[in-house]
């Protein structure tokens, strides 16, 4: 499997630094581009809508969401500072190809949900600071893609230090807005005292939540740890997983500020005065000048906004970019992914104002928020069983303390949306005027995500029954595979290399080598051992199917060895794509021999990957056999 990011990845040095302050300054930098998702436009209208309608009563749910930030971020790091998988990565190695195409779409579409957010947020800073229409300002963000392009090519360290920039504007922005609007510091911190007045209180509560912590930051946040290059002994590790915390931390604060700041400003001007249904962003920059007696005020607010909706939008897009690479294992133009996830946000986006009209953006972002957080399950439960896998983790897996806290928190979350959509669905039902199309898609629809959840949730058990299975089988049986090789036809090459997988499809590509260098060449058997193990820890790994593999390898050697053939064996750890040339390369052979799937069109786009991959990187010809149709 390819690095995650490639083009950046493991691109800053944390090696070398004299002092303990250079150190960590080496390691800061992830968490901050993760932070902006958690300030972006989205977080905005709920947390305008959460102060308007209840005043300071949901500043604990902006509380309780930053904690749960900063677990399940704190959790995501540790996954790619281990483990060097980001989770769509390692999710793509744990589930079968069906549950990872599901999962990829789901995250797909909390990019998108993400996206829209992004993409009229930034259309509404800019038609409040210039006037200019929202339908040509939602089609004007389209011109962001190429400022993405120029950032990540000019390094990571560039990119961090754009979006630092686009934060501290924020954040100033915000401590003028506080000191314009002097909130009232004691129902502040009475707004931390957990409570939920109604039920359109609840559903303010789950968008806030959706707004804050993201589904896409888990991610991205995996991955990016991975920018850093350290030492990978056990204290370097732990050094690399401290930094990183402080960085989460120092940065996730910094983002629950902005967000406490936008619900406070809100219940300090709109709540106040009796306006209670201040949703939308517009009509909170056009209250704000009359209400706080300052000219500043909204332009700085229109400021933060466009900042906010810039800043997320890059790391929405790389997020974009991971889950595509991660689940697919598709790796197509950086341009390209970002013109197909900005059309997939823009088209609903002005599809919406042209029908609707411009007071519909508020309810979209929204929705957005709560589409996010339907989908914070299917990213939370695998990130938590990753973790606190041994076999995965190798001795940095989570604390029973720690597990226990992050189900709790799975729990609360998975809880809050079941809540939110089986009251959804039974509106629906209730309102409806033909309620037998709901029974037939809505509700079906519910009732798989549903056992999809479920599924992810007792996955490890199933794989664990699943093992013991296949251990019993290759224990009684450990090879079932005769090899009938047929009288030698003749002989052109002296050392031929034969990629093996202990199939049927074995006796074909051997075959064929036999009869192209008969008993006077010398044949290499190679076979590379793919689980999680071996993807980790290398030739290091003593897992059950290695010890099966090397025994299935030495049953070639000795059947081949008996019928007068000359035979090597090599046991390679890892990708095939990446082994097998190295083992070709470092080796002194005339030919290599793998057999492929005779895959055609997309299907060799998404399965053919290891025969590509191997084609580029040797220096032999290659000889492919097809051996499946």
């Not at 219940?267 to 300052?294: C, M, R, S, W």
């Not at 509106?427 to 995500?449: D, K």
């Not at 002989?491 to 990629?499: E, F, G, L, T």
């Amino acid at each position: 499997m390819n690095k995650s990011l490639e083009e950046v990845n493991q691109s800053i040095t944390t090696e070398g630094k004299k002092t303990g302050f250079r150190k960590i300054l080496a390691f800061l930098g992830p968490a901050y581009l993760i932070s902006v998702g958690y300030m972006d436009p989205g977080n905005w209208a709920t947390d305008l809508a959460g102060g308007s309608q209840f005043g300071y009563t949901l500043v604990w749910v902006l509380l309780m969401s930053n904690l749960m930030a900063l677990l399940l971020q704190s959790l995501s790091a540790r996954l790619g500072i281990v483990t060097q998988r980001d989770l769509a990565q390692a999710s793509r190695e744990t589930y079968s190809p069906f549950i990872n195409y599901i999962l990829y779409f789901l995250a797909e579409i909390a990019i998108a949900a993400c996206d829209l957010a992004e993409v009229l947020g930034m259309a509404i800073g800019i038609n409040l600071l210039t006037g200019i229409p929202l339908i040509y300002g939602v089609l004007i963000t389209v011109l962001d893609t190429f400022l993405l392009l120029f950032l990540i090519n000019k390094g990571m360290r560039k990119m961090e230090a754009f979006i630092i920039a686009l934060v501290l504007i924020i954040g100033f922005s915000f401590i003028f807005e506080m000191i314009f609007a002097e909130p009232e510091m004691g129902k502040v911190l009475t707004g931390l005292i957990p409570t939920l007045p109604n039920k359109a209180a609840l559903y303010i509560a789950i968008g806030i939540i959706g707004a804050t912590v993201m589904p896409h930051n888990l991610y991205l946040h995996s991955s990016l740890v991975q920018t850093r290059k350290f030492d990978r002994s056990n204290a370097g590790i732990k050094q690399a997983l401290k930094y990183n915390f402080i960085d989460s931390t120092i940065a996730l604060n910094l983002a629950f500020f902005v967000n406490a700041a936008i619900l406070i400003l809100a219940a300090a001007t709109f709540y106040k005065n009796g306006l209670f249904h201040v949703a939308e962003i517009q009509d909170a920059h056009q209250l704000l000048a009359p209400i706080l007696g300052n000219k500043w005020a909204p332009i700085l607010f229109a400021v933060a906004l466009i900042a906010a909706g810039q800043s997320s939008t890059i790391t929405g897009t790389l997020a974009g970019q991971i889950i595509m690479e991660g689940y697919l294992n598709l790796r197509i133009q950086p341009w390209v992914r970002r013109i197909i996830t900005r059309l997939i946000a823009i088209i609903p986006a002005v599809l919406v104002i042209l029908i609707y009209g411009e007071s519909a953006t508020g309810k979209m972002l929204i929705f957005s928020q709560v589409i996010l957080s339907l989908q914070l399950g299917f990213a939370i439960i695998p990130l938590i069983h990753f973790v606190s896998d041994k076999s995965k983790m190798n001795g940095f897996e989570i604390s029973k303390i720690t597990q226990i806290t992050s189900w709790i928190v799975a729990l609360i979350i998975v809880s809050l949306n079941a809540k939110l959509v089986f009251d959804e669905i039974n509106g629906w039902l209730q309102t409806s005027n033909n309620p037998i199309v709901l029974w037939l898609t809505v509700v079906p629809l519910a009732v798989g995500f549903l056992i999809l959840l479920l599924y992810i949730v007792f996955k490890p058990s199933i794989t664990r029954v699943k093992e013991q299975a296949e251990a019993f089988v290759h224990n009684h049986s450990p090879h079932n595979v005769e090899l009938k090789l047929e009288t030698i036809k003749k002989y052109n090459k002296k050392h031929i290399a034969v990629s093996v997988d202990f199939s049927s499809a074995d006796e074909k590509a051997l075959q064929h080598a036999i009869d192209l260098g008969g008993k006077e060449a010398s044949y290499t058997l190679i076979h590379v051992v793919e689980t999680v193990g071996a993807l980790i820890y290398g030739n290091k790994v003593r897992d059950h199917e290695t010890t099966i593999d090397e025994k299935l390898l030495h049953n070639y050697y000795q059947m081949l060895s008996e019928k007068g053939f000359t035979i090597n064996t090599k046991l390679g750890f890892g990708k095939p794509g990446k082994v097998i040339p190295k083992i070709v390369n470092e080796g002194n052979f005339d030919l290599l021999i793998m057999g492929t799937h005779g895959h055609t069109g997309f299907k060799d786009l998404l399965f053919g990957t290891t025969v590509d991959n191997v084609r580029h990187k040797i220096k032999i010809p290659l000889f492919l056999v097809k051996t499946k149709q």
